[in-house]
């Protein structure tokens, strides 16, 4: 251990470091010891330990004459392997070519010897770089011609900033070696002379011998130091890891076994000589997924810890790739915030105009939308909830918003999910868990900001396997949808950049929770005139596109429209409008290839012949012939229907019956009706013992399919007193309404659907209770077109419009 001479220090103190004392003394020629293993410094004080004769006969030399003596250090590496084999010399000589020329001359404190061996430990202390201009043998004597190097140095600020750097770093290895004592650090910052601090710095801190040697030859004290730093930085380097790979293995001994412990020490090596295992190979691709990546600081923490486990784990095990799958959920999905395009309204109107035939108020509410979240960001405004039957272009709207936005476009559907974890996730603790569909989605979509539809919202079910719509309401919540967390990804997911959409057919199965969240925006459905213009313009062009044709090879006369309307759908929407069209295509490709034609051109007669026998017929007439059949209206899922409600009447005077698959509500209703009319019988011309002789069934068909509802009240009422009167009711006039037993009529939902089916239906005259006006004035005038609307608050203002005479 060498330790600054502390006299040397203070009578050397001041601006000049050379020790002019010293070299005075210096003869011009001195002795020479060689060095093994270290280099002598000026200003420094080492033990040194010699058992070489030629070394030993300079110590002796100099002993006896100046006590001055030139170390040099040897230019190879002492090889102990030499000395074993040559017994009879135990002590090999030193050769002048051995050594370096640069070296330091040396005044020797103390000479001692060491008990049980030949040789000496010296104490030496350097005096000033020596240059040997010649070096020769004499009796086993070497001696050097020698001349003093002097070391002038300048100061600067970059020495000053030199220092302070090597200084820094020193400080880490000291406190992270034990064998420096923390002494060092205090002596080293108090060193204001830089030729001294960096010749301490080389004694103490472990440089190689050429390291050594190459700062004491540096002549500028600048680079002296600059090297130093350097090789103190690796030295730091190479401590930290040290201490890295111990810390590591000793973090995961605790949880592991001796044999795992020994191939993490195994993996913590091979990982710094940059030699990997086929778990490692891919640990680290993982690792340089999430290096190039931007993601948030718990994914980085959590995953980071999933990687780790890869590594330490069995590549067969099936833990392994259910480890695998996770990381790869976690790297495909988009991260991060996406680059969001400036909202262009104009062009978002446009597209939405190119895309889809009238629609004018839905359009609007879009726009109006996308205009208050463009002007606002920051706003959560509600989610989006298109309602309406199906086909009448709800999912493509929502595909249209995303292309005019410039985002991409995801759909789910939730019809008949049952289970949270169908929307949230599986636990990874679960064999084969996946993410939920609200994951799954994002994953397809590839970016953060999708446009999202959530399809048949209305269809979504409670039951013991939890509620998936508590779920969804998380999802659709503006507040919490910026930390969704899946159970099966087990980290936050940021939705709140997703721009959701949901769909419905009707309102009212919604839970109440889920529509609260949402502006609804209706699409009821479309006349018959607006199905022409859609199959004009949109259908038939698809159509044709989609199977390779042109406008000009078949020609499609626009007759055929109404046809295909009127005589093989029956619909609110268009979507099987479309798959009629469809098929006129496909058999017309198959007419042309076989008839090796051209040209084609569609008459409604050649459009019958391919579609084959007509299949919906206007019934209402051959229906409504007989007294005691009225017309209702009523809202499906498939949208509005005209429903028919027949009475019969048989002797008896049991009761009355209903049938239908009726819903309570509705069956009330019917009862409700009945006392309507009886309490009217004298006011109505009815016989006094007429329903104690008869008995009065009220049916409606289709006697599958469950019906429910107030609505059909004013219908009921109007097909018994129908019956009993024997009056049929007009065949073109269609009614609803609820009925009190008073006889009141009041408002009931779905009025639009009502008349757009009343009207597909060929009627031309629809009551509609008085409370309903409103909803009416909403309607846009062209669906109105045709139709004679009566609004009524009484049951008996009814009969006197609908029973014909
Ligand atoms: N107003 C419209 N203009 C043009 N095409 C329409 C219109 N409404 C519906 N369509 C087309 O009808 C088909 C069925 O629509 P879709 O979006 O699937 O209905 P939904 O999702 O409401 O059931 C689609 O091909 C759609 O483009
Ligand atoms: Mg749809």
């Not at 270290?38 to 300079?58: C, K, N």
């Not at 919490?480 to 997911?493: M, S």
Request: with cysteine.
């Amino acid at each position: 251990m060498a330790l600054f001479d502390k006299r040397t220090k203070q009578s050397l103190g001041g601006a000049s470091s050379q020790p002019n004392i010293s070299t005075r003394d210096i003869p011009s020629e001195v002795p020479v010891i060689g060095l093994k293993n270290t280099v002598i410094y000026p200003f420094t004080v080492v033990p040194v330990f010699f058992e070489d004769t030629t070394s030993l006969r300079a110590l002796e030399y100099a002993q006896t004459h100046d006590n001055i003596i030139g170390a040099f250090a040897m230019n190879k590496p002492f090889d102990p392997s030499v000395k074993e084999e040559s017994d009879d010399q135990k002590f090999p000589q030193l050769k002048p070519e051995d050594l370096n020329v640069v070296g330091t001359a040396c005044v020797i404190h103390r000479v001692m010897p060491v008990s049980g061996k030949a040789g000496a430990m010296v104490v030496l202390q350097g005096l000033a770089k020596i240059e040997a201009t010649h070096i020769r043998m004499e009796d086993d004597l070497l001696k050097a011609v020698v001349t003093v190097l002097d070391e002038t140095v300048r100061d600067s600020k970059e020495v000053r900033a030199l220092m302070k750097n090597a200084l820094n770093t020193a400080q880490h290895i000291i406190q992270n070696t034990p064998y420096l004592p923390q002494e060092l650090q205090i002596a080293l910052e108090d060193l204001n002379d830089p030729l001294k601090f960096v010749y301490l710095l080389a004694t103490l801190v472990r440089f190689d011998m050429a390291e050594k040697q190459m700062i004491l030859e540096e002549d500028s004290v600048k680079e002296k130091l600059k090297k130093t730093a350097a090789i103190l930085s690796r030295e730091l380097e190479q401590i930290e890891l040290g201490g890295k790979i111990v810390s590591n293995v000793k973090k995961e001994f605790n949880k592991m076994s001796r044999e795992a412990f020994l191939r993490q020490q195994l993996k913590e090596i091979q990982r710094e000589l940059g030699e990997e295992s086929e778990t490692q190979q891919e640990a680290n691709e993982y690792r340089k997924k999430m290096d190039s990546g931007d993601f948030p600081d718990e994914v980085t923490k959590d995953v980071g810890r999933e990687i780790e486990r890869l590594e330490s784990m069995h590549p067969h095990s099936s833990e392994y790739q259910v480890i695998r799958t996770y990381l790869d959920w976690v790297f495909d999905l988009p991260w991060g915030v996406a680059k969001s395009k400036a909202v262009d309204l104009k062009k978002v109107e446009a597209t939405l105009n190119a895309d889809h035939y009238g629609l004018e108020e839905v359009k609007k509410r879009l726009l109006e939308y996308l205009a208050v979240q463009k002007l606002s960001p920051k706003l959560k405004g509600p989610i989006l909830c298109f309602v309406g039957p199906p086909g009448v272009g709800k999912t493509s709207l929502g595909k249209s918003i995303a292309n005019a936005l410039g985002r991409e476009f995801v759909r789910i559907s939730l019809g008949g999910v049952h289970d949270e974890a169908e929307i949230r996730g599986h636990r990874r603790t679960y064999v084969g868990a996946m993410p939920g569909k609200i994951i799954q989605g994002i994953r397809r979509a590839g970016v953060p900001n999708p446009v999202f539809m959530l399809d048949e919202i209305d269809k979504v079910g409670t039951d013991f396997r939890g509620d998936p719509s508590s779920a969804l309401l998380e999802v659709l919540d503006p507040e919490q949808n910026g930390t969704f967390r899946d159970h099966y990804l087990d980290l936050n997911y940021d939705l709140s950049q997703v721009l959701f959409i949901a769909t419905a057919n009707i309102l009212d199965t919604m839970q109440p929770a889920l529509r609260d969240r949402m502006e609804v925006i209706d699409l009821s459905g479309y006349i018959d005139e607006e199905k022409q213009e859609i199959a004009k313009t949109h259908l038939w062009p698809r159509v044709l596109e989609r199977h390779g044709l042109t406008k000009s090879k078949v020609k499609l006369q626009d007759s055929v429209f109404p046809v295909v309307i009127n005589e093989y759908t029956r619909e609110a929407g268009v979507r099987n409008l479309e798959r009629e069209l469809s098929k006129l295509a496909r058999k017309v490709v198959f007419d042309m290839v076989h008839g090796k034609q051209k040209t084609a051109t569609i008459s409604p007669e050649k459009a019958r012949g391919y579609l084959g026998s007509q299949r919906v017929f206007p019934e209402i007439k051959a229906r409504t012939s007989r007294p005691g059949v009225a017309t209702g209206m009523a809202v499906t899922q498939a949208g509005g229907e005209i429903l028919f409600i027949e009475t019969a009447q048989m002797p008896g005077g049991r009761g009355f019956m209903v049938t239908g698959s009726l819903g309570e509500i509705m069956k009330e209703s019917a009862r409700a009706a009945l006392s309507v009319v009886r309490s009217r019988s004298e006011k109505l011309g009815i016989p006094d013992q007429f329903f104690k002789r008869n008995d009065i069934h009220v049916h409606v068909p289709q006697g599958a399919v469950p019906k429910d509802g107030p609505s059909a009240g004013v219908a009921m009422v109007t097909a018994i007193v129908s019956l009993i009167l024997n009056k049929p009711v007009k065949h073109d006039v269609a009614m609803t309404g609820e009925i009190t037993l008073t006889g009141q009529v009041l408002p009931v939902g779905g009025i639009k659907e009502k008349i757009l089916a009343a009207k597909r239906a060929g009627i031309s005259t629809v009551v509609l209770p008085k409370r309903n006006e409103s909803d009416v004035k909403d309607i846009a005038p062209k669906l109105l077109k045709g139709l004679k609307v009566h609004f009524v608050e009484s049951i008996d203002e009814v009969f006197s419009l609908v029973l014909s005479k």
